[in-house]
């Protein structure tokens, strides 16, 4: 078994809250992350997938195919975007990076394994500090 | 003369507009930082200043007061805010990293000369990509 | 399960060495780790937690509760200290990284767990070259 | 059970493709990387070792001998090299980064073994943004 | 005066020669970077340019623009390239980064200038630990 | 006039405080720099060289021979030591970093200028954070 990881990045807007909440219930759940006028991240991608190889070509994913999954599926849905507003795979989720890292895995799985792979680990980061990863 | 640079980071969102053009007009000029429902970035802050060392001590500015200013003017200020909304000092301007990084010098300069220093450059990298410079 | 990595950074002194030994013994043994006017690192510390995801909040540990955690049992307790003079969870250890990732999983474990969480992974590098990870 | 990761670099140059095939052949299966003239990469490897620490030495491999052994058995033999042409272990084979990290894999695994510990993964990173992993 | 630098990166190999002499002579010269096979790097390359803000705009050069310069002035011609018999604006030189510098600043100078910006510094690095800059 | 950067790394202990001072004067002084019993960083050296390259070499320093100055006259002094204790070129200085980059500075100017390259910089990051620069 053989593991890739493609890294990429994405900028973008979010808010964690619940609409039902006031600013200030959200406040003391979420801290300053609620802040209802916005703040954003340089996300970084993470998406590692796994196979084993074909031995004629060394490699069991085409690399274009893989940036150009993760680059439909996710990156022009949510780069220079809000994820609240604008990220339908987001809607009725709290815009956390741990429900983020969840959606991307569902939204990628189906288009990874149609390239014969297994998709293995979602990891994001926040910020520097931060890193959220989900294995499914 | 010794420089010295210190690093911050802080989390903010922004959006490149200006309110009498239309969407469409802005998006032509700025491209999709104009988008209306906000993006963000991790923006990476390097503040250098720079002054001659006392023999004595071998330094010519405490660090921690340092931080202490940049703290204070800048981050409690910019983290996890709205530039166009939240942030006094880029009120009236395009939110550019531009603007920002001259906006951020204007607040800093006279509290490092307070601390007997002198300001000398303010670099901004708004991605790991691209990154700004500002000398006065 | 998701799981949860904070990057925290800490300056310490250490000697590698066993103190029943002569310094020419510990040299053989530790090279110049063992060096006895000590020497020091930068250290990165990785504490990954997991858990399950709350459905209402989207996480499930509090990120401001766990940097808290490990301000308090680790960082004030190593930063700008001696590992092997200053440092109660190491004492009468080797200080090496790997016996430092062990005492701190140690330390963490216990207040992990009361947030409702699992620690996962203690992960330390020394420097950019050399890092260590202990699962428990 | 400890983890002990090693970082080393190295500068190669290489081309995916398969001798009996046409340039153009080579081109629709490899893409760019398939450029009869070569092309290279600042290659950096990742060597995870594994195994319980001597409490009285507090760690269970020296550092010295497993940089030795990396040294000895893979940067000697790629450093400024050409991977398809001058590397024996590469021989015969496609040179992809995941057929890189099988044979880095097979050259280690003994004499990590005769130091008595195990080996658990090789990483290698082709640029910053396509990752390897492979774990035997 | 404000300075934009952009980051790209480009995989590419070569050889540091003189064409006149025997492999024995360039090796005692340029060491093994004179290796008859090839060897490679991923170059990181920092364009900077200079100018003074529009008020109304916050900006100076567009930096799309900038973008699409580098892209088709140098990264088209250079990743995954031969820089010694590849790249037209190399030949007869030396492949050295000192000349990929110059080489790229009188390439990109022109282009830059008829955006209203100036070019002011071509920073590339080798590897982590060797970096060029040259300033026309 | 071209620049190169070399960058290295050295590992040390050390303390800022001055002998004829009190630990309470040095504490409120130096803050937490000044631990009697030392910490130590990871220190990252970056030193900048320049000169007119040679159209024949293509370069104007060995990359190799600059390597070996910095080792000889810096690296091999100060890794896995004690600032303050075990290097000549400090005694009688403050240890802060300021004093180190200009002690750098004098060791190093005779041999790169015996080399017939001038001395530009000496850079170091004590921290990721926190950078001294000095020019002569």
Known sequence: MIYITR???F???HRMY?????????LRVFGKCSNPNWHGH???LY???KGEISEKLGLFINLTSLKQIIKEKIIDKVDHKNLN??????HGKVATTEN?????????????????AFLHCIRISETENNTIEYYG
């Open 100 to 116: 983020l890292a969840i959606s991307i895995w569902n939204e990628l799985k189906p288009a990874v394994e149609k390239e014969g």
């Open 18 to 26: 619940r609409e039902e909440w006031s600013d200030e219930e959200n």
């Open 42 to 44: 340089n996300y970084i």
């Open 7 to 9: 890294k990429e990045q």
């Open 85 to 90: 507003v604008e990220v339908g795979f987001m």
């Open 47 to 49: 998406v590692t997938v």
């Open 11 to 13: 900028s973008a807007a």
